[in-house]
T-cell receptor, first 113, second 111 residues
Framework: DGGITQSPKYLFRKEGQNVTLSCEQN?????MYWYRQDPGQGLRLIYY???????QKGDIAEGYSVSREKKESFPLTVTSAQKNPTAFYLC????????????FGPGTRLTVT | AQSVTQPDIHITVSEGASLELRCNYS??????LFWYVQSPGQGLQLLLK??????LVQGIKGFEAEFKRSQSSFNLRKPSVHWSDAAEYFC?????????FGQGTILTVHP
């Protein structure tokens, strides 16, 4: 079965710690995306990558970092510089030619205390 | 910059009733428009999309949406709602390879 895997589903961290969220896809998609979801605010784009070893900032990249060393993987690091890291994080992927039809993973809920 | 507004934060309907979720967009050119659905604690799934052509588009699960350029709207409809339709619905506009989402509308279905 092809799809997107995000792990873990729930993640708890202490303030001041960096944390990395995993995203893996076996859909053979070139493009991958990270979104942050907060209640009543919809989804906001953090970073996206259209090809291996290249990525671009989205609308709310401050306090986050990413890497794209493999086509299948697009991990997101939430750094201690992110002021309000507690949120639901969604990873998605798409083909390059149909970038608006995005396939989403189940999400990771990060709680920082 | 493009933007999407979903005026209704929460809508409640009875099972079997008709449904219309509102979406208004702001975009300079002909928009690419989408509706996604999210079940609680899950990722999003594409319901339908509009690129061009026929302004009434059909999607999965019996949903349809109508693009009205004069009103800058792309409202989602379903003639008869099922309890399994309870979820959060997001309208989105696409440009430069990225999606911009609305705030979402939570749908509650009463038996």
């Amino acid at each position: 079965d092809g799809g997107i895997t995000q792990s873990p589903k729930y993640l708890f961290r202490k303030e001041g710690q960096n944390v990395t969220l995993s995203c893996e896809q076996n859909l053979n998609h070139d493009a991958m995306y990270w979104y942050r979801q907060d209640p009543g605010q919809g989804l906001r784009l953090i970073y996206y990558s259209q090809i291996v070893n290249d990525f671009q900032k989205g609308d709310i990249a401050e306090g986050y970092s990413v890497s794209r060393e493999k086509k299948e993987s697009f991990p997101l690091t939430v750094t201690s510089a992110q002021k309000n890291p507690t949120a639901f994080y969604l990873c998605a992927s798409s083909t390059q030619t149909d970038s608006y039809e995005q396939y989403f993973g189940p999400g990771t809920r990060l709680t920082v205390t | 910059a493009q933007s999407v507004t979903q005026p209704d934060i929460h809508i409640t309907v009875s099972e079997g009733a008709s449904l219309e979720l509102r979406c208004n967009y702001s975009y300079g050119a002909t928009p690419y428009l989408f509706w996604y659905v999210q079940s609680p604690g899950q990722g999003l799934q594409l319901l339908l999309k509009y690129f061009s052509g026929d302004t009434l588009v059909q999607g999965i699960k019996g949903f349809e949406a109508e693009f009205k350029r004069s009103q800058s709207s792309f409202n989602l409809r379903k003639p008869s709602v099922h309890w399994s339709d309870a979820a959060e619905y997001f309208c989105a506009v696409g440009s430069y390879g990225k999606l911009t989402f609305g705030q979402g509308t939570i749908l509650t279905v009463h038996p």
